[in-house]
């Protein structure tokens, strides 16, 4: 018995401009490159396929040239191959990004004509391409263009090798850090940190060095990322004998570090180093300084934390800071059972503060009574 031919009812999509007519339906571009993704690669004619990569629209060129990379066969290269000679800037970036597709024997050639492309963006695609590869040829070609690059296209190299753990990336990313953009120095950072490879460890250490406070934040969250706990004693040597804006920003780090990371730096080796060195920042000329010195060390569950923050906050006589210190301090060490006396000590500071001559100061130790009342009374 032979099966019933499928009838042709009019009111299949089509790909046609032109004015509709009763009972047809217009595929328009964005579904056709959604089609394109969803869509094996053979099921998908190489004319079309073809004509869809120099196409305006950027997902119907980005995936088409996504699908010819998932073919990843001769036809699929030559197609993609013209494309890079002739076709507009926007086409040639899609080809480019989608080269990983093909084994290094046959795109190697490819990507170091995107490589040579006027068009950063072009350039862009093949770094992310080469990212994607994840082999040893791909990493050296990647150091070998990057030295002499612009920050946007080494900025690409950075994101691609974000969720990398592969040692051999470790110089690409090094590579990275020679950008004049702060920001691009940080990103390759962040991929440095997740690297998760002894061979990153000494690459992020020498960028402490870097004159960007920001870059140094950015660096203290990535050793603590890679070595944890262990680092902690070289951190409390680089507390200590870092000033300004600077330590401001590697304060920040650790708090911020230790704390997604649960890092328990009361009950580390290096506690008491830390808290040494926590105690001399907080004589810091700098009002941010000692701002960002009150968070680590009111969380800290550690007996000597109450004694060195009371006394600090005692001494203060910027309004700002003895403020803050207020704030963080009735907060974050009202329930803190594991330190001692810091919960007599935090209302013992809140006291002082409700009775205080300096309307800033005051202003907050009420609005701190105030919050609690309410939450008391809505519980």
Known sequence: MTAPQTAITGREPRLSAGTSKGGQQKLSLRRLATMVNMLPPEAISLEAAQEMLRNDEFFVRYNAAKMLGRRGDRAARLIMEAVLSDGKAPSRASVARHLYGFSWFTGEALIRKALQDDDPRVREGAIYALCDLRELNAFQLLIEVLADETDDVRAAAAWGLRD???????????????????????????????????QAMPVVREAMNDPDPEVKYAATLSLLELAGESWLSELSGIIGRTSGV??????????????????????????????????????????????????????????????????????????????????????????????????????????????????????????????????????
């Not at 691009?184 to 002894?198: F, H, S, Y």
């Open 164 to 198: 990398c753990q592969d040692a051999a990336a470790v110089p690409v990313l090094k590579a990275v850090l020679q950008a004049e953009d702060p920001d691009v120095r940080i990103k390759a950072l962040e991929a440095l940190g997740a690297n998760d490879t002894p």
């Open 246 to 379: 600077t330590l401001q920003q590697v304060l920040r780090g650790f708090f911020h570090a230790t704390n997604y990371l649960k890092i328990d730096v009361a009950h580390s080796k290096a506690a008491d180093l830390l808290i040494d060195s926590l105690e001399t920042a907080l004589l810091d000329d700098m009002p941010d300084v000692r701002m960002a010195v009150v968070w680590p060390l009111a969380w800290m569950r550690h007996a000597r934390t109450p004694i060195v923050l009371r006394q600090a906050y005692f001494r203060e006589t910027d309004s700002t800071v003895k403020a803050q210190m207020v704030r963080v301090i009735a907060n974050l060490m009202r329930d803190n059972t594991g330190a001692g006396d810091a919960a007599q000590v935090a209302e013992q500071i809140l006291k002082n503060a409700l009775e205080s001559p300096d309307a800033k100061v005051r202003h907050v130790a009420e609005q701190i009574v105030e919050q609690r009342r309410t939450t008391s009374v809505a519980n």
